[in-house]
């Protein structure tokens, strides 16, 4: 609460975070990946989905990941972010755009959770963000062209924690968190080796 009081707008600092990641990938920049990369953020001036497609990968994984009062927006030449999840948080529609001819969608595993009216303060804000972003998702999905072969993968047992759970508003409890990738890692496999034939390198996963 001392950085909330601080600044006014985020319960954390961004620091923690960016030392995080400039341990992993230093000066690393997007265009110098060895596999195409892209990441949105929300541009709070155009209000409008941005993609960062080059400079450098920190400043653009942190832009996609100011979660609005949990992390400040981000500054990337002096234009201001958060996170892209609240534009596009399934960019499905991005890959098709790009040309993408099989895309993947691995996703937090709500999306397919029912709604219902909000009962609960807190879940004003989540039903609205869920309605927000299944309607962008779905609709991308049906606008998906012939020709384009879309693969949902599961979630797995183990997946993420109910939109109404008290335990989604727990960013910091991280048990089970192995056990959620490790469920998820396996119904994938699982749905690959059922819907691609052998040898296709979409089942490259193990």
Same mark, same amino acid.
């Given at each position: 609460?001392?950085? $909330?009081?601080?600044?006014?707008?985020?319960?954390?600092?961004?620091? *923690?975070?960016?030392?995080?990641?400039?341990?992993?990938?230093?000066?690393?920049? @997007?265009?110098?990946? *060895?596999?195409?990369?892209?990441?949105?953020?929300?541009? @709070?001036?155009?209000?409008?989905?941005?993609?960062?497609? =080059?400079?450098?990968?920190?400043?653009?994984?942190?832009?996609?990941?100011?979660?609005?009062? $949990? $992390?400040?927006?981000?500054?990337?030449?002096?234009?201001?972010?958060?996170?892209?999840?609240?534009?596009?948080?399934?960019?499905?529609?991005?890959?098709?755009?790009?040309?993408?001819?099989?895309?993947?969608?691995?996703?937090?595993?709500?999306?397919?959770?029912? $709604? =219902?009216?909000?009962?609960?303060?807190?879940?004003?804000?989540?039903?609205?963000?869920? @309605?927000?972003?299944?309607?962008?998702?779905?609709?991308?999905?049906?606008?998906?062209?012939?020709?384009?072969?879309?693969?949902?993968?599961?979630?797995?047992?183990?997946?993420?924690?109910?939109?109404?759970?008290?335990?989604?508003?727990?960013?910091?409890?991280?048990?089970?968190?192995?056990?959620? @990738?490790?469920?998820?890692?396996?119904?994938?496999?699982?749905?690959?080796?059922?819907?691609?034939?052998?040898?296709?390198?979409?089942?490259?996963?193990?």
């Amino acid at each position: 609460m001392h950085e $909330l009081a601080r600044s006014g707008v985020a319960a954390h600092p961004s620091g *923690p975070l960016r030392r995080v990641l400039g341990a992993e990938l230093g000066e690393l920049r @997007i265009e110098d990946l *060895p596999v195409r990369f892209e990441c949105c953020a929300a541009d @709070i001036e155009d209000a409008a989905e941005h993609w960062f497609d =080059r400079g450098p990968v920190v400043e653009a994984v942190l832009a996609s990941a100011a979660v609005p009062g $949990l $992390l400040p927006p981000a500054v990337v030449d002096g234009r201001h972010y958060l996170d892209g999840g609240l534009v596009n948080s399934i960019p499905l529609g991005r890959a098709v755009d790009l040309g993408a001819q099989r895309v993947f969608v691995l996703h937090v595993g709500r999306v397919d959770q029912p $709604l =219902r009216p909000p009962r609960r303060p807190w879940e004003v804000a989540m039903v609205s963000f869920e @309605i927000a972003r299944r309607h962008r998702y779905a609709r991308d999905l049906a606008a998906v062209p012939e020709g384009v072969e879309v693969h949902v993968l599961p979630a797995g047992e183990g997946a993420a924690p109910s939109w109404d759970s008290r335990a989604a508003l727990r960013y910091r409890d991280v048990d089970g968190v192995g056990q959620r @990738i490790a469920g998820a890692h396996r119904a994938s496999v699982e749905y690959l080796a059922a819907h691609l034939p052998a040898g296709d390198p979409g089942r490259g996963v193990s």
